[in-house]
Nanobody, 124 residues
Framework: QVQLVESGGGLVQAGGSLRLSCAASGLTFSRNNMGWFRQAPGKEREFVAAINWGGSSSYYADSVKGRFTISRDNAKGTVYLQMNSLEPEDTAVYYC?????????????????WGQGTQVTVSS
């Protein structure tokens, strides 16, 4: 059974940085595409970033491009999200996700498994 465990969330001031981690188990991590989504109160869950199985390709939502960086360490079975220049609008629960379809990872229906989420709160 796939298990994704996020960590690294917290409270930060606007302009600050956080690094989220997601430790995966129950799957061959190096063969799976990974991503991050987020959900703010009262809003739909939205795509943030995706990285392919080998780590050679990634893409981002326009709202975070240039501020967030997704990366992975296949030896550790972990995917990361480095978040810089955080804004109050980035406040949300952030979810780690795994998908068989890298090209369609902007769509929640492409996600095979979800983590439990970690809260990120950015104060103004």
């Amino acid at each position: 059974q796939v298990q994704l465990v996020e960590s690294g969330g917290g409270l930060v001031q606007a302009g600050g940085s956080l690094r989220l981690s997601c430790a995966a188990s129950g799957l061959t991590f190096s063969r799976n595409n990974m991503g991050w989504f987020r959900q703010a109160p009262g809003k739909e869950r939205e795509f943030v970033a995706a990285i392919n199985w080998g780590g050679s390709s990634s893409y981002y939502a326009d709202s975070v491009k240039g501020r967030f960086t997704i990366s992975r360490d296949n030896a550790k079975g972990t995917v990361y999200l480095q978040m810089n220049s955080l804004e109050p609008e980035d406040t949300a629960v952030y979810y780690c996700a795994v998908s068989d379809n890298y090209a369609r990872m902007r769509v929640t229906s492409s996600i095979r498994s979800w983590g439990q989420g970690t809260q990120v709160t950015v104060s103004s």
